[in-house]
């Protein structure tokens, strides 16, 4: 699929128009649906081949934060024959009780992966988690940055960031 193919295939399933409510609590016109896109197996192979290309060389383990960036996680690591973690938004009273599902070990260096990115504020603390067991978080890349503050928060909390594509590919505008 080519980009301009993804773009307009991500658009075409997961744009909605209408009044939203975020999760950074922000109000929007336009909701982009992750899971509209993750759940068909074009656009989540897609982007599996497009985040494997920011996996260097260096990179030793896939993360992905509960929910969104569980199944782009999965994807990017079968692309890259690469282990995968999930991060979870909070630890589960039961079991394990881990924060981390999946083996991640100290010295990891790890490609975090996320959906849409708005504030940052859930991958920030997923990256966070991350560093507290000893991993790197080499980067940090969204399939989609809605351009409202994640690069400037997820920069300053000493992260890098990118992402695939942003709200202006998807012809955007607010």
């Known amino acids: ?17 209408g009044d939203f409510t975020l999760r950074s609590g922000k109000k929007s016109k336009y909701y982009l649906d992750k899971y509209l896109f993750e759940t068909c ?11 494997a290309t920011y996996a260097s060389d260096d990179v ?6 509960e ?11 079968m692309a890259v024959n690469k282990n995968w ?9 039961y ?9 991640l070990s100290k010295g990891d260096v790890v490609l975090l992966v996320e959906d849409i990115a708005t504030t940052g504020g859930q991958v920030i603390e997923a ?3 991350i560093t507290e067991a000893g991993a790197t978080v080499k980067k940090i890349v969204s399939v989609i940055d809605r351009k409202q503050g994640a690069l400037e928060n997820i920069t300053e909390a000493g992260f890098i960031f990118e992402s695939i594509i942003t709200k202006d590919d998807l012809g955007i505008t607010d």
């Open 85 to 93: 973690v999930i991060i979870r938004n909070s630890k589960k009273g």
């Open 41 to 51: 197996p074009d656009i989540l192979k897609a982007l599996g081949d497009e985040f």
């Open 95 to 103: 079991g394990t009780s881990k924060m981390v599902e999946g083996v």
């Open 127 to 129: 990256a966070k988690i």
């Open 60 to 65: 030793t383990m896939i993360a992905g934060a």
């Open 1 to 17: 699929m080519t980009r301009e193919e993804l773009i307009a295939r991500i658009k075409e399933t997961s744009y909605l128009e």
């Open 67 to 77: 929910l969104g960036g569980v199944a782009l996680a999965a994807a990017t690591a």
